[in-house]
C-alpha cells in the first residue's frame, strides 16, 4: 500500500518516555499556495474515497433520523430520548481515548474498515428486530452501544487520514471537501431518512445506512496514500496519551483553537438531538417535517463549509470563529422559543451555516499547525468533544421535565451565548489569523 514503517525508535525505555523539545507553534499562513476549493477531487483515489465516504455518512444520518423517531415512538419520552445519545456517547468517548494512540502506530485504513464492519454489523442486528417487530428500547441501548464503540474509533481515523491522500498544497482543499460530505450528508440524510420512514418504513431506513456503509469499506482496502504515514513505536499505552495531551497543552494554538467547540458541542448541540420531540410536540410536523428540519441545518452547513473553501485566504480567522460561536448561541435561543416550522427552518439553516463556519475553520488551523506523528491522538481528543453533545441533551430532557422544552433548550442557548465572550477574553484564538 506504499505505508512507510517510519517509526520513532527509542533505544531504550528510559528514552522511549521522553518526550522531545517542541518548537513554538507556526504561524498558518493565509498566502498558503492553494490550487482552487475542490483541487482535491481531481485525484482519482481521494474522489473514490469522498464519494464513498459522503455515501456512508449520509446513511449514517439516516440511521440518526430513524433511531431518533423510533426512540420517541416507543417512549414518548424526550429523556429517554437523549440517554440514547448517553448510551452512545458513553462508549464513543472510550473508544476516542484508545484510538489516539493506536492510530498514530498503525494503518488508519485498516482500522476504519475494521470499523465499517463493526457498524453494519450492528444495523444487521437492528433490521432484524424491526422485521420481526420485536424491538424494544432496551435494543436501542445495546445497539448504541455497539455502534459508540465503532463510532469511537471512526471519526478520528477519518480526520487522521485525510492530510495523507493528497499533496500538502492541496490539504486545505481535501480538508474543506471532508467537512463538506458531512454537511451535504445532513441534508439528503435527514430527507431520506423522514422520505423512508413515512413510505417504506423503519426497516429500510436502517437497511439504507448498512448498505450505504459497504462501498466505503470497499474503496478503503485499495486506497493509497501519497505521503507516508509517519508512525509512532508502540509505548506504553497511558505514556503514549499524557505525552499527546502534553504536546497539546505545549502548543498554546492548537489547545486553544480546541477549546472553541466545547461548550457548544456540549450544550448547544441538543437542539439536533431533541429535533423529534421539538417536531412532535412543539411544531407538529411528523417525521416529514423532522426530516425537513435536519436538512435544513444541513443545507447551511454545507453551505459554511464551501464559503469557507472558497474564502480560504481570508484574514482574521481566529476572530470569525469566535464571531461565529456568539451567533449560533442566539440563533439557538430562536430556535428554542419558535412554535412554526417556517421560522423554524431558516433558522436551522442559520444554525448549520454558523456551525460549519466555525468548524471547518478550527479544523483547518488544527490540521496545519500539528504533527503527523501525533495527528492521530489529537484529532481523537478532537473527536472526544462530540462525545460531550448528549450532555446538553440529557441537560434539556431533564429540565424540559420541570420548564417545558423549549425553555430547556432556551438555556442551553444562553449558555453557548455567554461562551463567546469568554473565548474572546480568556484564549488567544482571537489572535490567530
Known amino acids: 500500500m506504499g505505508i512507510s514503517t517510519g517509526t520513532v525508535a527509542a533505544p531504550d525505555t528510559k528514552n522511549r518516555a521522553t518526550t522531545p523539545p517542541i518548537p ?10 492553494r490550487d482552487g476549493a475542490f483541487a482535491a477531487l481531481r485525484d482519482s483515489n481521494f474522489a473514490r474515497y469522498w464519494v464513498t465516504l459522503a455515501l456512508s455518512l449520509t446513511g449514517g444520518w439516516v440511521r ?7 426512540v420517541y415512538d416507543i417512549t414518548g419520552d424526550p429523556f429517554r430520548l437523549a440517554m440514547i445519545n448517553v448510551a452512545m456517547a458513553a462508549p464513543q468517548l472510550i473508544g476516542n481515548l484508545v484510538a489516539g494512540n493506536i492510530l ?3 494503518d488508519r485504513r485498516k482500522v476504519l474498515v475494521f470499523v465499517q464492519i463493526t457498524y453494519m454489523a450492528m444495523m444487521a442486528i437492528l433490521v432484524a428486530l424491526v422485521i420481526a417487530g420485536s424491538v424494544e428500547y432496551w435494543h436501542l441501548v445495546a445497539i448504541s452501544i455497539g455502534t459508540g464503540i465503532a463510532v469511537g474509533f471512526d471519526w478520528p481515523a477519518r480526520l487522521s487520514l485525510v492530510p495523507s491522500l493528497v499533496p500538502k498544497e492541496q490539504m486545505q482543499s481535501a480538508i474543506a471537501l471532508n467537512a463538506s460530505a458531512f454537511n451535504a450528508s445532513r441534508i ?7 422520505w423512508l420512514i413515512a ?23 485499495g486506497l493509497t496514500t501519497v505521503r507516508p504515514q509517519e508512525k509512532r513505536a508502540r509505548g506504553n499505552a497511558l505514556a503514549m496519551m499524557k505525552e499527546g495531551y502534553g504536546y497539546i497543552w505545549r502548543h498554546a494554538r492548537i489547545r486553544s483553537l480546541m477549546s472553541v467547540e466545547i461548550v457548544p458541542i456540549a450544550i448547544g448541540m441538543s437542539y439536533v438531538t431533541l429535533a423529534p420531540a421539538v417536531a412532535r410536540d412543539i411544531l407538529d410536523v411528523g417525521s416529514t417535517g423532522l426530516g425537513y428540519m435536519l436538512a435544513a441545518t444541513g443545507i447551511g452547513a454545507l453551505t459554511g463549509s464551501v464559503l469557507v473553501a472558497w474564502l480560504s485566504g481570508i484574514r482574521h480567522r ?11 448561541g442566539a440563533l439557538s ?3 428554542a422559543l419558535s412554535s412554526s416550522i417556517y421560522v423554524t427552518l431558516p433558522i436551522m439553516f442559520l444554525m448549520g451555516l454558523t456551525t460549519a463556519t466555525y468548524s471547518t475553520i478550527k479544523e483547518t488551523l488544527v490540521q496545519t499547525l500539528v504533527d503527523d506523528g501525533y495527528r492521530g491522538r489529537v484529532m481523537a481528543t478532537n473527536s472526544i468533544f462530540w462525545s460531550f453533545s448528549p450532555i446538553g441533551a440529557l441537560l434539556a430532557g431533564a429540565m424540559a421535565a420541570v420548564f417545558g422544552l423549549q425553555a430547556a433548550l432556551a438555556i ?13 477574553l480568556a484564549t488567544p484564538v482571537r489572535d490567530i489569523d
Not at 442551553?412 to 474572546?424: K, Q, S, T
Open 24 to 33: 513554538p507553534d507556526p504561524e498558518p499562513s493565509p498566502s498558503e499556495p
Open 64 to 70: 440518526i433520523t430513524a433511531m431518533g423517531f423510533l
Open 104 to 106: 498514530d502506530h498503525v
Open 188 to 194: 439528503l440524510g435527514p430527507t431520506l431518512g423522514g
Open 199 to 221: 413510505t417504506v418504513g423503519l426497516a429500510v431506513a436502517f437497511g439504507f445506512t448498512l448498505g450505504a456503509a459497504a462501498p466505503y469499506a470497499l474503496v478503503l482496502l
Open 318 to 328: 481566529g476572530r470569525l470563529v469566535i464571531v461565529a460561536v456568539g451567533i449560533f
Open 333 to 335: 435561543v430562536a430556535y
Open 412 to 424: 442551553n442557548g444562553a449558555l453557548v451565548l455567554l461562551y463567546a465572550p469568554l473565548l474572546w
